[in-house]
């Protein structure tokens, strides 16, 4: 008798996370630009790390759409909306003295695989008497991410930059690619952190293309996450209120 209320205890865990297949999630945080306006040249700045400055730092706002296919795999459906700077103020070409603000609308389809899964989420105790460290490490997902999306960008430059015959806007497709990570803090609810970058098709998301450019621009995201898991129904769609009836 016990080993079969074992059994059927492990079993109705394993699929507890089939209650919470689909969530929200709402992100804040930098972006980061790097175009043909600013930065160092390679000679000057071989790995990158001297044009993250805070003159190209802007921000960006993201609200997703999530829906678990297994137990380590989600698809995420994310509109983000975002500000970018381009600026010569720092850089190899300061004497150019160019400038562009940039606001980008961006739809994307994303996948997401999780090599790192938490092993509090199966629990109906849900991590209770853990306490610090142990329970922390036991409470977080580790994953990856890429997809494809496109950014609808809109261009507004200084002086200079207008003299030359600037791009005023555009769309194109662009790549997300990352990582992310997730602190199941509840059944309902968890908090995050994830860095994406965005591989555009375009030279031109800061108006403007210099001959000497050999690729085209990239934006990052630095993203703050809040996620709520949304419950769901006996025919396993997701409801946004609790009722007496219909819920797992």
């Given amino acids: 008798m016990s080993f079969l209320f074992a059994f059927s205890s492990n079993q109705s865990q394993a699929q507890l996370w089939k209650m919470r297949r689909f969530e929200l999630v709402g992100g804040l945080g930098p972006s980061f630009f790097f175009g043909d306006i600013g930065g160092f040249s390679r000679k000057e700045n071989v790995l990158g790390f001297k044009d993250l400055t805070f003159l190209q730092t802007r921000y960006n706002l993201n609200l997703s759409f999530k829906y678990r296919i297994?137990?380590?795999?989600?698809?995420?459906?994310s509109l983000s909306a975002a500000s970018l700077k381009a600026t010569d103020r720092r850089g190899s070409n300061e004497t150019r003295r160019m400038e562009s603000r940039i606001f980008i609308f961006e739809p994307a389809l994303i996948g997401e695989f999780y090599f790192i899964k938490n092993k509090n989420e199966n629990s109906y105790l849900f991590s209770k008497g853990q306490a610090g460290f142990r329970r922390l490490i036991n409470s977080l997902d580790v994953y990856a991410f890429t997809g494809f999306g496109g950014a609808s960008y809109s261009v507004t430059g200084n002086d200079k930059l207008e003299n030359i015959g600037m791009e005023t806007g555009g769309f194109t497709p662009v790549i997300p690619i990352g990582v992310g990570a997730n602190l199941i803090y509840t059944t309902d609810f968890n908090f995050g952190l994830e860095i994406g970058g965005r591989y555009s098709f375009s030279d031109y998301i800061d108006g403007y293309t210099s001959q000497y450019s050999s690729a085209n621009d990239v934006y990052y995201f630095l993203n703050f996450t809040f996620t709520y898991k949304?419950?769901?129904?006996?025919?396993?769609?997701p409801v946004l209120r609790r009722s007496h009836a219909g819920l797992y």
Avoid: H, S
């Fill in 230 to 237: 949304l419950r769901t129904n006996r025919n396993g769609w």
């Fill in 70 to 77: 297994l137990e380590d795999l989600n698809v995420r459906f």
